[in-house]
T-cell receptor, first 110, second 111 residues
């Protein structure tokens, strides 16, 4: 019954590695987002897709590449991971004004 | 930075007391929303107030909006230990899909 799910919940990896985070929503929403929440709890938008089309691309290093194979899925691939990428990444979906968030993926880069 | 500001950053109160947190933002908005985040979890939508509204209630929550001052407040009445969480405001602008979140207020309700 989970509305917005993310995998994995935890991800520990070394600098320089490439990793992916997956997000799925079963709400039938058209718009999905990736957010990064840093250690100070600041939540910043990274990307948004509307019906598989990229509509928001904030100032994010091009090591981060989102992919939306269909409107229920939005994945995030990160190349050449850096220490500063350590954070909690949240996926969210929207229809109308309210956002529905996933449980988050805690990424730790060592 | 477009990030909204919230104050206080942290608030500690006794159960049964009221909690008030404030949000200031920088641009014209379409609506303003409040979200709660429990430790280790995703954000959960609490309440939305549109730019042409001044006050809204939902259960123990009361939200006010002053567009002339670009500020909003969230009042939680008769707080409970279960209200312990971080609270974030988020604004949207007409014609965009972008949500801008505030810096958050960490609320601790002591039993």
């Amino acid at each position: 019954d989970t509305a917005v799910s993310q995998t994995p919940k935890y991800l520990v990896t070394q600098m320089g590695n490439d990793k992916s985070i997956k997000c799925e929503q079963n709400l039938g929403h058209d718009t999905m987002y990736w957010y990064k929440q840093d250690s100070k709890k600041f939540l910043k938008i990274m990307f948004s897709y509307n019906n598989k089309e990229l509509i928001i691309n904030e100032t994010v290093p091009n090591r981060f590449s989102p992919k939306s194979p269909d409107k229920a899925h939005l994945n995030l691939h990160i190349n050449s991971l850096e220490l500063g990428d350590s954070a909690v990444y949240f996926c969210a979906s929207t229809i109308g004004d309210e956002q529905y968030f996933g449980p988050g993926t805690r990424l730790t880069v060592t | 930075s477009q990030q909204g500001e919230e104050d206080p950053q942290a608030l500690s109160i006794q159960e049964g007391e009221n909690a008030t947190m404030n949000c200031s933002y920088k641009t014209s908005i379409n609506n303003l929303q409040w979200y709660r985040q429990n430790s280790g979890r995703g954000l959960v939508h609490l309440i939305l107030i549109r730019s042409n509204e001044r006050e809204k209630h939902s259960g123990r929550l009361r939200v006010t909006l002053d567009t002339s001052k670009k500020s909003s407040s969230l009042l939680i009445t008769a707080s409970r230990a279960a209200d312990t969480a971080s609270y974030f405001c988020a604004t949207t602008t007409s014609g965009t899909y972008k949500y801008i979140f505030g810096t958050g207020t960490r609320l601790k309700v002591l039993a």
